[in-house]
């Protein structure tokens, strides 16, 4: 069987030198999987969902073009239902794992001797149908028939590279600390996760050192930080004191940079079992630093830090600065997975359709970004400077045998900044408050002009 990592190198529109089919069958053999021989295989509709997905998500109608085949809608939609979640699930892990497998290992892929990943929210709208209404939801004031079930989506980057090892769909008002902990098993001993203040709670804190993990998050608005040495604080079960903070001081290790000792609260959070909040700590030794932003532009003036790198020798302040500020990343690599491949809308109708549509997604996302890692390194750039669109559209024209061209650089712009608004105005249409049958009947009432 040829590596992925090989057949990246020569990838072809048709993705079988990607995805090859002694893999597919593989992973069905072993999770028991049984089919008959027909046109629409477990191999040829899995190309088939990865073609769709590359091209953008496009119609069956489009596809048929696109591949060359014939089948109905129907029988399509009937192949991808028999296609087990299971398979794609393993089938997307087995892939991002071989195309990350050779770099691992480079410097140039780890920041400080550690693997840096990415931890971020985010969302995707979905078909109005009762099957995914129900274990969604859709935004609160939006009466029935009068919007979209939308699902909150997880993430997990990887910060030097850009790979996306995990993304899991949730109920819409799910809070992200629910889901971090469940990708801890993804990491090793000795990665560090970057976050933003969603992630910053005491009770993840304590479970990244159980896990022998390193966490770098902005500190919670309402976290009171004092950096004033011996500064009194608040003893565990005793009343709170207005603006007093609840850690207790230990040592300065530079301006505005401290070490803190965090008390476990007495509340505990909705998204852990009392067994689960038992066995933390109760206590911890944190960092807490702050550092101003004086580039123009920038929203925001300070940031304050709270991490479990204890060491101010082999973790400057500075460096840790650095580092948070690659969390922005994520925030690209979100844009590029929904707005340039498409998936802020999925198209399936079911839960199980919604959670295969995402695996895939994943896959081809980290196929696009093989070949910007490939890029990089033969035009000797980062990789994150090759244009992830220029990437993506090579890809889906990619015939067999084709070598990988020089693509688009995109220029390296420090401190480029850009108002959060919008130019081009929306349609002026009313938004939907009833739905679409009681409205198509209203018009019907209406009375025609005299």
């Known amino acids: 069987m040829c590596s992925i990592a090989q057949a990246v190198q020569r990838i072809k529109s048709a993705v079988l030198d990607t995805v090859p089919a002694q893999l597919i069958e593989q992973l069905c053999h072993e999770l028991g999987h049984r089919w008959r021989q027909r046109d629409l295989g477990p191999v040829v509709t899995t190309h ?37 979640l299971a398979l794609l699930d393993r089938l ?72 996306l090892l995990q993304a899991s769909a949730q109920p819409l008002n799910t809070h992200d600390l629910s889901q971090a902990a469940a990708l801890h098993p993804c990491l090793c001993a000795g990665d560090v996760l970057v976050g933003d203040r969603a992630f910053s709670s005491y009770a993840h804190l304590a479970l990244c ?101 204890v060491d101010p020798k082999k973790y400057p302040a500075r460096e840790l600065a650095r580092l948070y500020g690659l969390r922005w990343g994520a925030e690209s690599d979100l844009r590029h997975l929904k707005q340039t491949m498409k998936m802020d809308v999925l198209r399936c109708g079911t839960v199980d359709g919604v959670q295969k549509e995402l695996a895939v997604f994943v896959l081809v996302y980290n196929l696009v970004r093989r070949v910007m890692e490939e890029a990089g390194q033969r035009q000797r750039v980062e ?12 890809l889906q024209r990619a015939q067999p045998g084709d070598e990988l061209p020089t693509l688009v650089v995109n220029p390296d712009r420090p401190g480029r900044v850009q108002p959060r608004v919008r130019k081009r105005r929306p349609k002026e249409y009313p938004v939907m408050k009833r739905p679409r049958a009681e409205l198509r009947k209203a018009l019907f009432k209406q009375r025609p002009a005299a």
């Open 383 to 394: 990789p994150g400077r090759i244009s992830f669109v220029d990437a993506w559209r090579w």
């Open 209 to 309: 050192l159980r896990q022998r993990l390193q966490g770098l998050f902005r500190a919670h608005q309402r976290q009171i930080i004092d950096f004033r040495p011996g500064r009194a604080h608040v003893a565990p079960g005793t009343k709170p004191v207005k603006g007093r903070p609840r850690s207790r001081w230990l040592k300065r290790l530079g301006q505005r940079d401290q070490l803190v000792q965090y008390y476990k609260p007495q509340d505990r959070p909705a998204w852990m079992t009392d067994e689960q909040y038992a066995a933390l700590p109760e206590s911890i030794v944190v960092r807490e630093l702050r550092y101003a932003i004086h580039s123009p532009g920038y929203r925001t003036r300070e940031v304050t830090l709270v991490t479990t790198l």
């Open 48 to 84: 088939l969902f990865l073609q769709q997905i590359l091209h953008g998500n496009i119609a069956i109608a489009h596809l048929r073009r696109v591949s060359g085949r014939t089948f109905t809608d129907s029988a399509y939609c009937q192949a991808r239902t028999r296609l087990p």
């Open 92 to 163: 997307q892990r087995a892939v991002t794992d071989s195309l990350r497998a050779d770099g691992c290992r480079r410097p140039e892929t780890r920041w400080l001797g550690h693997r840096v990943f990415l931890l971020d929210g985010s969302s995707f709208s979905m078909p109005d149908t009762d099957a995914l209404r129900a274990p969604f939801g859709q935004p609160s004031g939006q009466a029935a028939g009068c919007g979209f079930p939308v699902a909150h989506l997880m993430a997990l980057f990887d910060a030097k590279r850009g790979y």
